[in-house]
């Protein structure tokens, strides 16, 4: 019932920026933490930026400094700024929610993941 689709990935130069989005839709009484992992071939799903429902942010180090993570609560969406990408960046990123039912349980979403590519 609940869906969550990602959106704004693609192709850039290294240097260049990307907007990725993420909406949450379907049956839920709140979302709690959103957040953004990647995954590159032949590693590891790792975190990239979370922001919890009161905006508080947490960044991976390989990240801090260039990429902004934000969220519309209205909009149920979360969005994740891009800036001086690197050819590492290079990754499926994948959005995850914390949505909380009628019942108070909490339970994460995942989208399906967007490709990102650095090229240089």
């Known amino acids: 019932q609940v869906q969550v689709v990602e959106s704004g990935g693609g192709l850039v130069q290294a240097g260049g920026s990307l907007r990725l989005s993420c909406a949450a839709s379907?049956?839920?009484?709140?979302?709690?933490?959103m957040g953004w992992y990647r995954q590159a071939p032949g590693k590891q799903r790792e975190l990239v930026a979370v922001?919890?429902?009161?905006?508080?942010?947490n960044y991976a180090d390989s990240v801090k400094g260039r990429f902004t993570i934000s969220r519309d609560n209205a909009k149920n969406t979360v969005y994740l700024q891009m800036n001086s990408l690197k050819l590492e960046d290079t990754a499926v990123y994948y959005c995850?929610?914390?949505?909380?039912?009628?019942?108070?349980?909490?339970?994460?979403?995942w989208g399906q993941g967007t490709q990102v590519t650095v090229s240089s």
């Open positions: 922001i919890s429902s009161g905006g508080s942010t």
């Open positions: 379907g049956s839920m009484f709140s979302i709690n933490a």
């Open positions: 995850n929610a914390l949505i909380r039912s009628s019942d108070y349980s909490v339970k994460p979403y």
